[in-house]
């Protein structure tokens, strides 16, 4: 019984020294400045949707502000995008143009 168990973890060992797990690729949520999405809506929804600190989404927001685009996050492509949806959804509610992208 004992060779039979040494099989097995030998075979098992084997396994775990062949496969090699990747994480998949995270994307970016940027989130685009325009003329007419406000500053507060902006961190209301780095708040609320991106789990973000007020701090960090006021980071964020000047960032958009100042150079025209802002990274609100990296996540797996599904969240990505669902949470990218998210934020256009809640603008588009509240009558903003916001523009976010999940990118690469």
Known sequence: MGDLNNQYSDAGNRLAEDTSFKLPPERKVVFYNDDFTTM???????????????????QIMRSVHETGYG???????????????LAI??????GFPLRVEVEE
């Open 40 to 58: 507060d809506f902006v961190v209301d929804v780095l708040v609320s949707i991106f789990d973000k600190s007020h701090q960090e989404a006021e």
């Open 71 to 85: 990274v609100a996050g990296s996540y797996t492509y599904d969240i990505a995008v669902s949470r990218a949806n």
């Open 89 to 94: 959804q809640a603008a588009r509610k509240n």
